[in-house]
């Protein structure tokens, strides 16, 4: 079993950067692709960017590529999303979450462990 725990939300303007980690503690870390989704009030979760077990493989959804970078440091166990050039649109819950699997994946049942979530909040 991991546990897992985000970091870093909060409360910034159009245009500005956050970057969110996501600690694991648990089992080795390194075994677990880690993924990103993020769910705003009344909307589905939603696939944000996955990062496999090596971090040699990375998969950003489409509404914030070129904005948002995953990445992630195995020696402390950490999880990063970097977000760049923040929209009001990015408002949500931000969960990060992980599958004993080398490769990440854009499907929220994939992923056995998840996080208790951190928000984003983008004003205009």
């Known amino acids: 079993q991991v546990q897992l725990v985000e970091s870093g939300g909060g409360l910034v303007q159009a245009g500005g950067s956050l970057r969110l980690s996501c600690a694991a503690s648990?089992?080795?870390?390194?075994?677990?692709?880690v993924g990103w989704f993020r769910q705003a009030p009344g909307k589905e979760r939603e696939f944000v960017s996955a990062i496999s077990w090596s971090g040699g493989g990375t998969y950003t959804a489409d509404s914030v590529k070129g904005r948002f970078t995953i990445s992630r440091d195995n020696a402390k166990n950490t999880v990063y999303l970097q977000m760049n050039g923040l929209k009001p649109e990015d408002t949500a819950v931000y969960y990060c979450?992980?599958?004993?699997?080398?490769?990440?994946?854009?499907?929220?049942?994939?992923?056995?462990?998840w996080g208790q979530g951190t928000q984003v909040t983008v004003s205009s």
């Open positions: 979450a992980a599958r004993a699997n080398p490769y990440g994946s854009p499907t929220a049942g994939n992923y056995a462990y």
């Open positions: 648990g089992r080795t870390f390194s075994n677990y692709a």
